[in-house]
């Protein structure tokens, strides 16, 4: 399964919010769809599964959606830590794939 | 907490094979699957393929033909080997716990391994 995020790269001002757009070239499994948020030298974190499933001790300012074929990843209130790169990645089927990633910068 | 932690040489040359182990701490590792992936430098993330504890395999049809995946349950450990390397498989090798469920939910730190020719 082919991933393709977008934008490639989204600039933002802090306490703006961001969407991340993931669509796959069929559908996922059982929705199984996760983000992954990875910061310069840092392996990634696993933010979202299950499309819409937070992880451990992530904020409420990430939330995602989605289903089948279109997921999105929404971060609100964003801060300057927010600076990464995020990753979707299905694990409905295998081989599992990942998108190439959106960068978001915050100005 | 949960804890894994890459090792084994930084530097490989071309078409010998490449050699990482994977200590896990904190949980046992004879539960859920156990993970391999890897990151060129500045691109993205591909999954490298996975061990149960059983011993049972999974690998990214892609590198198939030149992976062997091993677990040593009395030492917590996994292992990869690749073998006939090239520069194309130079990379950051991150180990990483995979549930069936919530994904790669617990990740290494990385290990840069460099091809050289």
């Known amino acids: 399964i082919v991933l393709t995020q ?18 796959a070239s069929q559908s996922v499994s059982s929705n199984y769809l996760a983000w992954y948020q990875q910061k310069p030298g840092q392996a990634p974190r696993l ?13 409420d300012r990430f939330s995602g959606g ?9 971060i609100s209130r964003l801060e300057t830590e927010d600076s990464s790169v995020f990753y979707c990645q299905q694990y409905g089927s295998s081989p599992y794939t990942f998108g190439q990633g959106t960068k978001l910068e915050i100005k | 907490q949960v804890h894994l932690q890459e090792s084994g040489p930084g530097l490989v040359k071309a078409s010998e094979t490449l050699s990482l182990t994977c ?9 859920d699957y156990w993970s391999w992936l890897r990151q060129p430098p500045g691109k993205g993330l591909e999954w490298v393929g996975h061990i149960y ?3 049972r395999t999974n690998f990214n049809p892609s590198l198939k033909s030149r992976v062997v995946a091993l677990v040593d349950t009395s030492k917590n450990q996994f292992s ?4 006939s390397v090239t520069a194309a498989d130079t990379a950051v090798y991150y180990c990483a716990r995979e549930s069936p469920t919530r994904g790669f939910d617990h990740w290494g730190q990385g290990i840069l391994v460099t091809v050289s020719s």
């Open chain 1, 6 to 23: 977008s934008p490639g790269t989204l600039s933002l001002s802090p306490g703006e919010r961001a969407t991340l757009s993931c669509r």
């Open chain 1, 47 to 59: 933010l979202i599964y299950g499309a819409s499933s937070r992880a451990t001790d992530i904020p």
């Open chain 1, 66 to 74: 989605g289903s089948g074929t279109d997921f999105t990843l929404i």
């Open chain 2, 23 to 31: 200590t896990v701490s904190g949980t046992s590792i004879t539960s």
């Open chain 2, 53 to 55: 504890y059983t011993g």
């Open chain 2, 80 to 83: 990869l080997k690749l073998t």
